[in-house]
């Protein structure tokens, strides 16, 4: 059975999820539905949903592209740490991040010492359908952005494999069936969760 199928003899409508204990920190490629599920898993679990790259375009004033454009990548990786480590201590909740957050080791031991990081694991077809038609992605503004893409997912993938729990994204899955995935696989992680 592959990670994207559902449990045989688990019934979903039975998870009734009660404290939340740790931040849930949804990690992955671009395109991957991190902000998607992420805010429909915090209405599920009735907790904030927090992102950090809205939380750095309103204190910049400034959208993501715009970031890059005017003060580069690193500048903008520097807010984007500052930003989740400020959300992680202040509110418990699920936190979406952008696609090169978890790259950062820096990034990765905060999210390890006050959440749990739920990786949402899609290939690249899938993530190249979502992104391919949007002008939003500032590292996809190249002559070739599949092949860009595609360098940008081999890179990732090993970091992102650090993430404590991996979430099978496989396309065809509803927004409400992947927060389903995501409760299943936090029903092994009690530190983070507790269940009714």
């Known amino acids: 059975m592959s990670e994207n199928e559902q449990t045989p003899g688990v019934d979903l409508a039975v998870l009734t999820p009660g404290t939340l204990k740790k931040t849930i920190v949804m990690v992955g490629m671009m395109g991957a539905g991190k902000t998607a599920v992420g805010r429909a898993l915090a209405v599920r679990l009735g907790v904030p949903f927090l992102d950090s790259d809205h ?3 309103t204190a910049a004033n400034l959208t993501i592209p715009e970031i890059f454009a005017r003060d580069g990548e690193p500048f903008f990786r520097e807010k984007e740490r500052q930003v989740i480590s400020r959300l992680l201590v202040e509110q418990r909740g699920v936190l979406s991040t952008g696609g090169g957050a978890f790259l950062a080791p820096e ?9 749990v990081s739920v990786w949402l694991k899609a290939d690249l077809d899938v993530l190249w359908n979502r992104v391919k ?3 939003s ?3 996809l503004q190249t002559a070739n952005p599949r092949a860009t893409l595609s360098a940008l ?6 970091l992102y494999a650090k993430a404590d729990l991996p ?11 992947m927060v389903d995935r995501v409760l299943l696989a936090l029903k092994a992680r009690p530190d983070v969760l507790e269940w009714n």
């Open 55 to 57: 939380e750095i375009e």
């Open 107 to 115: 990034n990765r031991r905060i999210i390890k010492e006050c959440g």
């Open 133 to 135: 038609h949007r002008d």
């Open 137 to 139: 992605r500032p590292l």
């Open 153 to 158: 997912y081999d890179t990732r993938v090993p």
């Open 167 to 177: 979430v099978g994204s496989d396309g065809r899955a509803s927004i409400e069936d």
